[in-house]
T-cell receptor, first 112, second 112 residues
Framework: NAGVTQTPKFQVLKTGQSMTLQCAQDMNHEYMSWYRQDPGMGLRLIHYSVGAGITDQGEVPNGYNVSRSTTEDFPLRLLSAAPSQTSVYFC???????????FGPGTRLTVL | SQQGEEDPQALSIQEGENATMNCSYKTSINNLQWYRQNSGRGLVHLILIRSNEREKHSRRLRVTLDTSKKSSSLLITASRAADTASYFCATDLNSGYSTLTFGKGTMLLVSP
């Protein structure tokens, strides 16, 4: 199993550009989530999904959209990138919401 | 606001010594989890302790949970340089929400 994969590993955007961060898992996990990690702030939940077709907002959802059309994929869309979205983004998955989380390797995003 | 907070923020020890880090939380929980993050990598699950458990062991790790004090501790015995990483606790809210909240982490440096 590949586990949780994320692409790209690194990305530089200009303010106002949009992009999609990809996340996929091959463990048939129902629960998937997106976090951002900033220095001194720990991990903050952006959006999460408890199954295909079901998504909900986390602590810091503004400026981000998600969808869950399949069990395997959970893309995160930045609608209009802002410098405040410069961060490292992690995708995670688990069988159920509060089980052991399996994290992807992260995407380091810089918005200029 | 953070549900879980680790203490200390940073810890520096010599190889062979024990390392203890603590996590305090604010509301009742179903379970508490500890994760490790090596620099630039995704988080890796270490151990999960349920609210009805007081202590769990896994190899050189010992986790305790005191629900009356709303606190947990992670002890790493006989530390190695390879244990150098950041350690995070994650808690749920035991209120029907399907999310985990991570603390800001303890950065552990183990010197040879």
């Amino acid at each position: 199993n590949a586990g949780v994969t994320q692409t790209p590993k690194f990305q530089v955007l200009k303010t106002g550009q949009s992009m999609t961060l990809q996340c996929a898992q091959d463990m048939n996990h129902e629960y998937m989530s997106w976090y951002r990690q900033d220095p001194g702030m720990g991990l903050r939940l952006i959006h999460y999904s408890v199954g295909a077709g079901i998504t909900d907002q986390g602590e810091v959802p503004n400026g981000y959209n998600v969808s869950r059309s399949t069990t395997e994929d959970f893309p995160l869309r930045l609608l209009s990138a802002a410098p405040s979205q410069t961060s490292v983004y992690f995708c995670a998955s688990s069988y159920r919401a509060l089980d052991t989380q399996y994290f992807g390797p992260g995407t380091r995003l810089t918005v200029l | 606001s953070q549900q879980g907070e680790e203490d200390p923020q940073a810890l520096s020890i010599q190889e062979g010594e024990n390392a203890t880090m603590n996590c305090s939380y604010k509301t009742s929980i179903n379970n508490l989890q500890w994760y490790r993050q090596n620099s630039g990598r995704g988080l890796v699950h270490l151990i999960l302790i349920r609210s009805n458990e007081r202590e769990k062991h896994s190899r050189r790790l010992r986790v305790t949970l005191d629900t009356s004090k709303k606190s947990s501790s992670l002890l790493i015995t006989a530390s190695r340089a390879a244990d150098t990483a950041s350690y995070f606790c994650a808690t749920d809210l035991n209120s029907g929400y399907s999310t985990l909240t991570f603390g800001k982490g303890t950065m552990l440096l183990v010197s040879p």
